[in-house]
């Protein structure tokens, strides 16, 4: 049995086979996540209570285990408008949809050294701007200056997710201007149903063209969640 996905995109049918997915999001392993902004490793804990110990190498009936991590710097990870908002929004209030239509494009440098994107069709809900197309996606970013986006790319732009294969939109030091963050949450109106996605892991053999993106994250009471992207290729919208 084969398991399909109907959509109807604009007045045409589509259907996608649920095994064709591809991972662009990157696992939390307990060593060698990636890092950006210095913060700490990923830490797992096996539960303690009294004389229990929750790890079945030590004889125990289960495994039961806490672990920590920084959502924004050590997983792919979506955030929704709370991550610069002085009033608290969180992803429990503001979950992403679990599907879009994306383009997936390979973004170039401009003339002001800042990352821009080629002209994107008006019928996505989203975009994938991928960096890494042509060479390996490294694990550290801390302390490398990665490229930055230029905030004209997203100015009055109807998007509701952006996902970048980078730590972020913005460089890595600005003295808190986040100046494309507010250029994608610049809609009033519309800011609290986007997302950014960030530090995703885009194979280079992926072609770019149309996608239907599936998000997972978790409904937490944060700005940001791990998250899983899987994409469907989609032949013509």
Same mark, same amino acid.
């Given at each position: 049995?084969?398991?399909?996905?109907?959509?109807?995109?604009?007045?045409?049918?589509?259907?996608?086979?649920?095994?064709?997915?591809?991972?662009?999001?990157?696992?939390?392993?307990?060593?060698?996540?990636?890092?950006?902004?210095?913060?700490?490793?990923?830490?797992?804990?096996?539960?303690?209570?009294?004389?229990?110990?929750?790890?079945? %190498?030590?004889? *125990?009936?289960? $495994?039961?285990?806490? /672990? !920590?991590?920084?959502?924004?710097? &050590?997983?792919?990870?979506?955030?929704?408008?709370?991550?610069?908002?002085?009033?608290?929004?969180?992803?429990?209030?503001?979950?992403?949809?679990?599907?879009?239509?994306?383009?997936?494009?390979?973004?170039?440098?401009?003339?002001?050294?800042?990352?821009?994107?080629?002209?994107?069709?008006?019928?996505?809900?989203?975009?994938?701007?991928?960096?890494?197309?042509?060479?390996?996606?490294? %694990?550290?970013? *801390?302390?490398? $200056?990665?490229?930055? /986006? !230029?905030?004209?790319?997203?100015? &009055?732009?109807?998007?509701?997710?952006?996902?970048?294969?980078?730590?972020?939109?913005?460089?890595?030091?600005?003295?808190?201007?986040?100046?494309?963050?507010?250029?994608?949450?610049?809609?009033?109106?519309?800011?609290?149903?986007?997302?950014?996605?960030?530090?995703?892991?885009?194979?280079?053999?992926?072609?770019?063209?149309?996608?239907?993106?599936?998000?997972?994250?978790?409904?937490?009471?944060?700005?940001?969640?791990?998250?899983?992207?899987?994409?469907?290729?989609?032949?013509?919208?």
């Amino acid at each position: 049995m084969v398991l399909e996905l109907k959509l109807r995109i604009g007045q045409k049918n589509v259907k996608i086979p649920l095994k064709n997915g591809i991972e662009i999001s990157r696992p939390i392993l307990r060593s060698g996540n990636v890092n950006a902004y210095f913060v700490d490793p990923v830490q797992f804990r096996t539960y303690t209570k009294n004389d229990f110990l929750a790890n079945t %190498q030590y004889g *125990s009936s289960v $495994n039961c285990e806490y /672990f !920590s991590l920084n959502a924004h710097g &050590q997983s792919t990870h979506i955030e929704c408008y709370g991550h610069i908002s002085k009033r608290p929004l969180h992803l429990n209030k503001a979950l992403p949809k679990t599907h879009y239509l994306v383009e997936l494009v390979d973004v170039v440098f401009g003339k002001d050294g800042k990352l821009t994107l080629p002209k994107i069709s008006s019928k996505v809900e989203g975009v994938i701007g991928r960096f890494y197309h042509d060479r390996e996606v490294p %694990q550290m970013f *801390s302390g490398q $200056n990665a490229p930055s /986006f !230029s905030p004209q790319v997203f100015q &009055q732009h109807q998007w509701s997710i952006f996902v970048t294969d980078l730590p972020s939109v913005d460089p890595e030091k600005d003295d808190g201007q986040l100046l494309a963050h507010k250029a994608f949450w610049w809609n009033e109106n519309k800011r609290n149903t986007q997302f950014i996605s960030e530090l995703a892991k885009i194979p280079m053999e992926l072609q770019p063209g149309f996608y239907i993106l599936a998000v997972q994250s978790l409904a937490i009471e944060s700005d940001a969640s791990p998250a899983r992207l899987i994409v469907y290729p989609i032949n013509d919208v």
